[in-house]
């Protein structure tokens, strides 16, 4: 199945990755740390990277929809979501720590 999703072209070649993350966005914080929209089947929400690159958290959005895309932007100490799906768009916010 793996190799045949593979061989396949777009659009059908865009599915959601099992582990690897596809990276939709990223937002670099004041601290330098980095921010990425990461979506995959294992998970999808904002990862937080420190500035050697590690690993820091993986925050969620609490939506009543499924996620399709997302775009972050940082201003005033808070990093804001604006979540979509196709009928719906919201926009959340989390204080950076």
Do not use: C
Request: glycine letters at 8%; proline letters at 5%.
């Amino acid at each position: 199945m793996k190799r045949r999703q593979a061989e396949l072209g777009p659009p059908l070649f865009m599915n959601v990755p099992d582990s690897h993350q596809l990276i939709h966005h990223l937002v670099v914080a004041e601290s330098g740390d980095v921010w990425l929209y990461v979506m995959s089947q294992e998970r999808t929400g904002m990862l937080r990277l420190s500035v050697p690159g590690r690993e820091t958290g993986l925050y969620t959005v609490d939506a009543d929809f499924d996620l399709l895309s997302a775009r972050l932007t940082i201003a005033g100490g808070r990093l804001y979501v604006m979540a979509s799906s196709r009928e719906e768009t919201a926009i959340y916010s989390v204080e950076l720590p």
